[in-house]
């Protein structure tokens, strides 16, 4: 996914200079393009969006030290771009809980703290490693799992949060709605980046 395998944060390539200067890669080197050729099949589409939206907010942190990274964006929110990757760490895992039933508890959340994904986000550089560990970790798990299931129209196995008794959902309902929480999230990642150090580009 175009990270180092020995650090906490992706690659410095990606913040070198480029042709374009609010810009972290030249076009041609995006590691987000040359996805899945024509012609592709529903799945094969759906995991490159999916992967695409991954590589963006792994692309909008990367460079920042743990206190850029912890920075929060206007009072009264406690959004961060750390916040938003903790908060990616819980999503993957909710993918995996409610399709298989997966034994795949909150880390970050707890009864006590509903977003301590967010609250949590402290400039510590500890903190920064253990999101990026697990944040790779959850997201080769729910690949994992995606890849186990043939059939984008089977049901899921654990519990639903929709609804008051919950609701049966499809493969192809939770990957959607994946892809819909990233690319929202991502349009976060946009703002908090830019208030950091006024990059704005891809």
């Known amino acids: 996914m175009g990270t180092s395998a020995d650090a906490g944060e992706p690659t410095a390539r990606w913040t070198e200079a480029t042709v374009f200067a609010d810009m972290w890669v030249d ?5 987000r393009e040359g996805g899945p050729s024509a012609p592709v099949d529903e799945r094969a589409l759906l995991l490159d969006y999916l992967r695409y939206y991954r590589l963006t907010l792994e692309l909008k942190c990367s460079g920042l030290d743990a206190e850029q990274l912890a920075r929060r964006s206007v009072p009264p929110s406690t959004m961060s771009l750390l916040g938003l990757l903790r908060h990616a760490v ?3 895992r909710h993918v995996r809980r409610v399709m298989t039933g997966a034994d795949a508890p909150r880390l970050y959340r707890t009864e006590q703290d509903r977003d301590g994904d967010w609250n949590g986000a402290v400039a510590d550089p500890a903190v920064v490693e253990d999101a990026w560990r697990r944040w790779r970790h959850e997201v080769a798990e729910t690949d994992r799992m995606v890849a186990s299931i043939a059939d984008l129209d089977a049901y899921n196995a654990g519990d639903s949060d929709l609804g008051p008794d919950g609701a049966d959902l499809t ?5 959607l709605a994946h892809i819909v929480e990233y690319a929202r999230h991502c349009g976060h990642a ?3 980046r830019e ?4 990059r704005v580009g891809q």
Do not use: F, K, Q, T
């Open 195 to 198: 208030r950091v150090d006024g």
């Open 171 to 175: 493969l192809r309902d939770l990957l």
């Open 27 to 31: 076009p041609d080197d995006d590691p």
């Open 90 to 92: 819980e999503d993957e």
């Open 190 to 192: 946009d703002l908090l």
